[in-house]
């Protein structure tokens, strides 16, 4: 906002002379003031100085971070990194295939748990294929095992409780039925990944969260599919995993975060003095 000076003259009963003009030199500076001689003596003047910026402009507030999805690599193995972070994959899961488990270890600490028995197996034992050459761990959504399992209600969708403090995870995710279904996978805040199409054989796809939000770290992932319960479930795995805490973002300066403050007025008061 433009400054803007104010000259406001009182005077005596006397006869005054015309005001000069005023010019400006600046925001709220005003020069170049040339009275006429033998001027009438003025009993007070009150100059109003309103400056914009006076107070200066708006401090910038830390935007918060947000979950992101990234779905990028498909089928393809999965990248060393996932947004800013580097990422562990999980290590071997040495217990017996074709058994239910709850929970799969983390390599940095705590576990993942599942919101219901899934069965433990790996691929060309318990499990036919994946994508990209992998050959680990999988956990199948069918009851039992993955190979004499009976299908039924509930097979269709998984959650997923992260460890304490994740940031950044991934997992893979592919039907047991020889078709294409939809796989869409939602963090706790409600981020999604959307209906993505996953293809069996040989279809596996990449799903990748990240938090950018040290106050915001990924809790949950939910898993739904249009399968039906008559489809034998589908299965989850190749995990990698990031407890590296983010630091806080500060955005670059926009117009909202940098626009000025409406100022105070600055009030003078001016006694001018005349020579004759």
Same mark, same amino acid.
């Given at each position: 906002?433009?400054g803007?000076?104010?000259?406001?003259?009182?005077?005596t009963?006397?006869r005054?002379?015309a005001?000069?003009?005023?010019?400006?030199?600046?925001?709220?500076?005003?020069?170049g003031?040339?009275?006429g001689?033998? $001027?009438p =003596?003025v %009993?007070?003047a009150?100059?109003?100085?309103?400056?914009a910026?006076?107070?200066?402009?708006? *401090?910038p507030? +830390?935007?918060?971070?947000?979950?992101?999805?990234?779905?990028?690599?498909?089928?393809a193995?999965?990248p060393?990194?996932?947004?800013?972070?580097?990422?562990?994959?999980?290590?071997?899961d040495g217990?017996?295939?074709?058994?239910?488990?709850?929970?799969?270890?983390?390599?940095t600490?705590?576990?993942?748990?599942?919101?219901?028995?899934?069965?433990?197996?790996?691929?060309?034992?318990?499990?036919?294929?994946?994508?990209?050459?992998?050959?680990g761990?999988?956990?199948?959504t069918?009851?039992?095992?993955?190979t004499s399992?009976?299908?039924?209600p509930?097979e269709?969708?998984?959650?997923?409780?992260l460890? $304490?403090? =994740?940031? %950044?995870?991934y997992?893979y995710?592919?039907?047991?039925?020889?078709?294409?279904?939809?796989? *869409?996978?939602? +963090?706790?805040?409600?981020t999604?990944?959307?209906?993505?199409?996953?293809?069996?054989?040989?279809?596996a796809?990449?799903f990748?969260?990240?938090?950018t939000d040290p106050?915001n770290p990924?809790?949950t992932?939910?898993v739904?599919?249009?399968?039906t319960?008559?489809?034998f479930?589908?299965?989850?795995?190749?995990?990698?995993?990031?407890?590296?805490?983010?630091a806080?973002?500060?955005p670059?300066?926009?117009?909202a975060?940098t626009?000025?403050?409406m100022?105070?007025?600055?009030?003078v008061?001016?006694?001018p003095?005349?020579?004759?």
């Amino acid at each position: 906002m433009p400054g803007r000076a104010l000259l406001i003259w009182r005077c005596t009963n006397r006869r005054r002379y015309a005001e000069p003009p005023l010019q400006r030199m600046g925001d709220g500076v005003v020069s170049g003031v040339r009275l006429g001689r033998r $001027a009438p =003596t003025v %009993a007070a003047a009150v100059l109003l100085v309103s400056v914009a910026g006076i107070l200066g402009a708006a *401090t910038p507030v +830390a935007a918060a971070g947000s979950i992101q999805f990234d779905g990028s690599p498909a089928s393809a193995a999965p990248p060393s990194t996932l947004g800013p972070f580097s990422m562990t994959p999980f290590g071997d899961d040495g217990r017996p295939t074709h058994a239910n488990v709850t929970t799969v270890p983390a390599p940095t600490g705590g576990v993942l748990t599942f919101d219901r028995p899934a069965a433990h197996e790996k691929i060309g034992d318990g499990w036919g294929n994946w994508s990209h050459g992998y050959t680990g761990d999988i956990y199948c959504t069918t009851a039992v095992n993955c190979t004499s399992g009976t299908p039924g209600p509930g097979e269709e969708s998984l959650v997923m409780t992260l460890p $304490a403090n =994740t940031f %950044a995870f991934y997992f893979y995710a592919e039907p047991d039925k020889f078709a294409t279904f939809h796989f *869409t996978a939602t +963090a706790q805040d409600g981020t999604s990944s959307g209906a993505v199409p996953v293809t069996t054989p040989a279809g596996a796809k990449y799903f990748g969260f990240f938090s950018t939000d040290p106050s915001n770290p990924i809790v949950t992932i939910t898993v739904t599919t249009d399968l039906t319960p008559t489809d034998f479930g589908f299965a989850v795995g190749e995990f990698g995993i990031s407890n590296q805490v983010p630091a806080p973002v500060t955005p670059a300066p926009t117009p909202a975060t940098t626009q000025a403050l409406m100022p105070a007025p600055a009030v003078v008061a001016v006694t001018p003095r005349f020579t004759g």
